[in-house]
């Protein structure tokens, strides 16, 4: 049972265009959204956060919606650039727990 | 300050045998997550220890297990490893391990692959 889902494996942008990725989640518990960024054969790296009681968060190019009432968040990058193809996670998290529940991942290419 | 540091960073076993992985959380952290990626499952959550006891589990057989030792410092032991167990185990540290105020700071992972 996939509690969280990015429909869209991969997304190809224009360099200084808008990158937007979604997700998709099922449990109502969830407290706090996450995305995380990871190149290959490093970790993946905290990039933005949400909690469940906005609807938008915003740190420099990258901006974070919610759609409580949907189940669904949308990051933002704006304007892409070359370094920022990765493959982002979203990720979602319950207050009383540390465990976080991980998308699939969308791999993003940003085309000079 | 040091990040996370997992070792080894690749392994090779065969079916059968066990593993341990190592992870040591950066200074001063004393939650550890641990996690496995697999290109069919994507990210999954293993086990989270904090204060060398185990707080959180995930849904992974008994064969996945771990410790916590006094500095923080975590492993996590694979045994009668199968085909399947072939992932990138990825370790994760924060503070306290408070979601909503704690950010989890992942290791670069050991990439496992059994024969």
């Known amino acids: 049972d996939q509690q969280v889902k990015q429909n869209s494996p991969s997304l190809s942008v224009q360099e200084g265009r808008i990158s937007i990725l979604n997700c998709d989640y099922t449990?109502?518990?969830?407290?706090?959204f996450l995305w995380y960024k990871k190149y290959p054969a490093e970790g993946p790296t905290f990039l933005i956060s949400?909690?469940?009681?906005?609807d938008k968060n915003e740190d420099g190019r990258f901006t974070v919606f919610l759609n409580k009432s949907a189940k669904h968040l949308s990051l933002h990058i704006v304007p892409s650039q070359p370094g920022d193809s990765a493959v982002y996670f979203c990720?979602?998290?319950?207050?009383?727990?540390?465990?976080?529940?991980f998308g699939g991942g969308t791999r993003v290419l940003v085309k000079p | 300050k040091a990040g996370v540091t997992q070792t080894p960073r690749y392994l090779i076993k065969t079916r059968g045998q066990q593993v341990t992985l190592s992870c040591s959380p950066i200074?001063?952290?004393?939650?550890v997550s641990w996690y496995q990626q697999t290109p069919g499952q994507g990210l999954q959550f293993l086990f989270e220890?904090?204060?060398?006891?185990?707080?959180n589990k995930g849904n992974f057989p008994g064969r996945f297990s771990g410790r916590q030792f006094s500095n923080s410092r975590s492993e996590m032991n694979v045994s009668t490893l199968e085909l399947g167990d072939s992932a990138l185990y990825l370790c994760?540290?924060?503070?306290?391990?408070?979601?909503?105020?704690?950010?989890?700071?992942f290791g670069p992972g050991t990439r496992l692959t059994v024969l």
């Open positions: 994760a540290s924060s503070v306290q391990g408070r979601p909503l105020t704690d950010t989890q700071y």
């Open positions: 449990n109502s518990m969830f407290d706090y």
């Open positions: 949400i909690s469940s009681i906005k």
């Open positions: 990720a979602a998290i319950k207050a009383a727990g540390n465990k976080l529940t």
């Open positions: 200074s001063g952290h004393r939650s």
């Open positions: 220890y904090f204060s060398e006891t185990q707080r």
